[in-house]
């Protein structure tokens, strides 16, 4: 499967602890963005990336959250001192380089996160 | 700012019926839209997207700028369109990222 892929799938914490997620994104696809999903919502826009650089952080992300792409290719998404309300799925899609007309995104199965 | 409104959680219609999820918008520009969908146990994928103009799986979606609408239509729904339908917005003023709706929720009964 070349698609993106999301790992862990599922994790379970306690309130408090450190969680981090990475993404594959599709390897010649050079943005990758990250969405938070609960229950009954749609996803919302949490940060993106072009290559390694963040181009925006969302104000839903709080100073707990803190997102790398490093070398323009994995990114991670790390979660401290997780709180009940960070549970939600977290998904990752990337992207192609635009070329003016907008593209699709495509997805990951997600990490769910349970904090206990 | 930009946001999606999709007024109908949950969608029951019979197989053979036709089916439509509606869609309405906010944005003051020329926005880009987009229907998604999620089948169970699948992740979310492109169904299809305004400027295609183009039927998918018998599903059309017509962007109606007066009425700022993207409602989602099938003449005839299939047992297999049963999934989680979002609708979803994209503009070139912001970097188009996608924004989306919060959902609907589709079954088709035999």
């Known amino acids: 499967d070349t698609g993106v892929s999301q790992d862990p799938r599922h994790k379970i914490t306690k309130r408090g602890q450190n969680v981090t997620f990475r993404c594959d994104p599709i390897s010649e696809h050079n943005r990758l963005y990250w969405y938070r ?69 495509f997805f990951g199965e997600g990490s769910r996160l349970t904090v206990l | 700012a930009q946001r999606v409104t999709q007024p109908e959680k949950l969608l029951s219609v019979f197989k053979g019926a036709p089916v439509e999820l509606k869609c309405n918008y906010s944005y003051s520009g020329s926005p880009e839209l987009f229907w998604y969908v999620q089948y169970s146990r699948q992740r979310l994928q492109l169904l299809l997207r305004h400027i295609s103009r183009e039927s998918i799986k018998g599903f059309t979606a017509d962007l109606n700028k007066g009425e700022t609408s993207f409602h989602l239509k099938k003449p005839f729904a299939q047992e297999e369109d049963s999934a989680m339908y979002y609708c979803a917005l994209s503009s070139s003023s912001n970097d188009y990222k996608l924004s989306f709706g919060a959902g609907t929720t589709v079954t088709v009964r035999a």
């Open chain 1, 37 to 105: 999903q609960t229950l009954g919502q749609g996803p919302e826009f949490l940060t993106y990336f072009q290559n390694e650089a963040q181009l925006e952080k969302s104000r839903l992300l709080s100073d707990r959250f803190s997102a790398e792409r490093p070398k323009g290719s994995f990114s991670t998404l790390e979660i401290q001192r997780t709180e009940q309300g960070d549970s939600a799925m977290y998904l990752c899609a990337s992207s192609p380089p635009r070329t003016g007309v907008s593209g699709e995104l």
